[in-house]
């Protein structure tokens, strides 16, 4: 095993293989999840109480032109039917891309939990509150980044997406990426890093002629709170130069 913060996460998450680690704790608010939080306070500075929200955004307010054009992706998405008992009725419905439409960070995660499909919102709870600790270290907040999924449904039991399942949703992904046309593409896990076949976790790659830079999935670290430090490091290349 390399002795490198990348080779790191890179081993520990391959080891994991198909493990849904993914969406761990997305629906979870229990004592042990809420110390999990507690933990990350000396880390952001705070030295008071802290209640940890998730910022929600408002995709019916557009902020720019092509908003129209995501608005357009979303409703093709809706009425998408090409996954046997997908996409029908709730929980197993999708879910599209949301956040700024003029972002210069674009987030792709493996696809929405059950709690974020029956709420409509990505990154619902759990590893979404953690995703918004990662933002705020790097000086962005949700209504200045776009975050979507590979694939837009969500599976039984969190399961992997099989490769159909991935080919079909493909369009959708590549439709945002062209109407956003972001800065750098940060794919969060090991089915994103693997979409845009990438390499190596924590390295600008070039795909298709745009910057794609992989990081584990925020839930990596509730399994791996002793990694926070170097995860927390990992997210400050992304920093506005």
């Not at 229990?30 to 306070?41: E, I, P, R, T």
Request: overall charge positive.
């Amino acid at each position: 095993m390399k002795k490198t913060i990348n080779g790191y996460l890179f081993n520990r998450i391959e080891k994991m293989g198909n493990e849904e680690y993914n969406h761990i704790g997305c629906e979870g608010e229990d004592d042990s999840f809420s110390n999990f939080l507690a933990s990350f306070v000396p880390k952001i500075g705070a030295r008071r109480k802290v209640k940890f929200t998730v910022e929600t955004l408002d995709p019916t307010k557009p902020k720019a032109n092509n908003g129209g054009e995501l608005k357009a992706v979303e409703t093709d998405i809706k009425n998408c039917r090409k996954c046997p008992e997908f996409n029908i009725k709730s929980p197993y419905i999708s879910l599209a891309g949301q956040g700024n439409p003029d972002a210069r960070l674009m987030f792709v995660a493996q696809s929405p939990c059950e709690l974020c499909a029956v709420r409509q919102k990505v990154f619902y709870k759990g590893s979404g509150e953690i995703f918004d600790m990662c933002l705020r270290e790097i000086n962005e907040k949700r209504s200045s980044v776009f975050i979507t999924n590979v694939c837009k449904c969500h599976t039984p039991n969190n399961r992997p997406n099989n490769k159909a399942e991935i080919d079909n949703c493909r369009h959708f992904l590549e439709k945002e990426i062209e109407i956003i046309n972001p800065k750098i593409i940060i794919a969060l896990g090991k089915q994103a890093k693997d979409w845009f076949g990438i390499t190596d976790w924590n390295k600008f790659e070039d795909w298709q002629g745009r910057v794609v830079y992989a990081l584990a999935h925020p839930a990596f670290i509730m399994r791996n709170p002793g990694m926070k430090g170097e995860y927390f490091k990992a997210w400050d290349a992304l920093k506005k130069q």
